[in-house]
């Protein structure tokens, strides 16, 4: 069983569907107990990193999640979820993330000039800086997702780099270590591309699917 984070932050029925669609058994729940049983966690969301966190704090959902992570469970962040993983974001100053992820999170305006609209929302490609990896079997260099989003991580640890995007200029939109892999774009909304890298990770568990 997957079990999808719900904090109240999140279109959390959509990566349901789709991973339901693939054949694996998702879970929306806000209960440590439920997280500690599950197979493999995913943590979506959509909105501010300081509301998020605080949400999390509440529930009891952050030592949690840094648990269950630190225990080796796999686990797939999207858009939000993938910078809440990180130490801190200019768009909540003072406010302490998961910090699993060593770096920050920050603005498209907080570049000089920024020439493009924000949030950058639409289709933009993929740049695989590591196509080795089980996260893009299948998946073409140049591939579009689709993207919501204003912030985006600057991590320290650059091996942990999956691919990036151009918007801009190259940010990270994808990372992965150990038994952690986040995306900032939306893959329950970004069609056949998206459906195969929900159905790679989902490989990763030996999840068979369709």
């Known amino acids: 069983m997957i079990a999808i984070v719900?904090?109240?932050?999140?279109?959390?029925?959509?990566?349901?569907?789709?991973?339901?669609?693939l054949g694996a058994p998702a879970q929306i729940t806000h209960d440590p107990h439920t997280l500690r049983a599950a197979d493999a966690i995913v943590l979506p969301g959509?909105?501010?990193?300081?509301?998020?966190?605080?949400?999390?704090?509440?529930?009891?959902?952050?030592?949690?999640?840094?648990?269950?992570?630190?225990?080796?469970?796999?686990?797939?962040?999207?858009?939000?979820?993938?910078?809440?993983?990180?130490?801190?974001?200019?768009?909540?100053?003072?406010?302490?993330?998961?910090?699993?992820?060593?770096?920050?999170?920050?603005?498209?305006?907080?570049?000089?000039?920024?020439?493009?609209?924000v949030p950058h929302i639409g289709w933009s490609a993929l740049h695989l800086t590591q196509p080795e990896?089980?996260?893009?079997?299948?998946?073409?260099?140049?591939?579009?997702?689709?993207?919501?989003?204003?912030?985006?991580?600057?991590?320290?640890e650059t091996e942990s780099v999956l691919a990036t995007c151009d918007y801009g200029g190259a940010f990270a939109c994808a990372v992965g270590k150990d038994n952690l892999y986040a995306v900032q774009f939306h893959p329950e909304k970004s069609g056949a591309v998206g459906l195969q890298i929900l159905r790679n990770f989902l490989a990763t568990l030996g999840v068979a699917t369709r």
């Open 6 to 21: 719900d904090y109240g932050m999140g279109n959390l029925r959509s990566v349901q569907k789709a991973l339901e669609y």
């Open 46 to 117: 959509v909105g501010a990193f300081g509301a998020a966190m605080e949400r999390l704090n509440a529930q009891g959902l952050t030592d949690a999640l840094r648990r269950e992570m630190e225990r080796g469970k796999p686990f797939l962040g999207i858009c939000l979820g993938l910078q809440l993983l990180y130490e801190s974001s200019e768009e909540s100053p003072g406010v302490e993330g998961l910090g699993v992820l060593k770096g920050r999170v920050v603005g498209f305006k907080s570049r000089p000039d920024f020439p493009l609209p």
């Open 133 to 156: 990896s089980p996260l893009w079997e299948g998946v073409s260099e140049g591939s579009y997702v689709y993207f919501v989003h204003s912030y985006y991580p600057e991590p320290e």
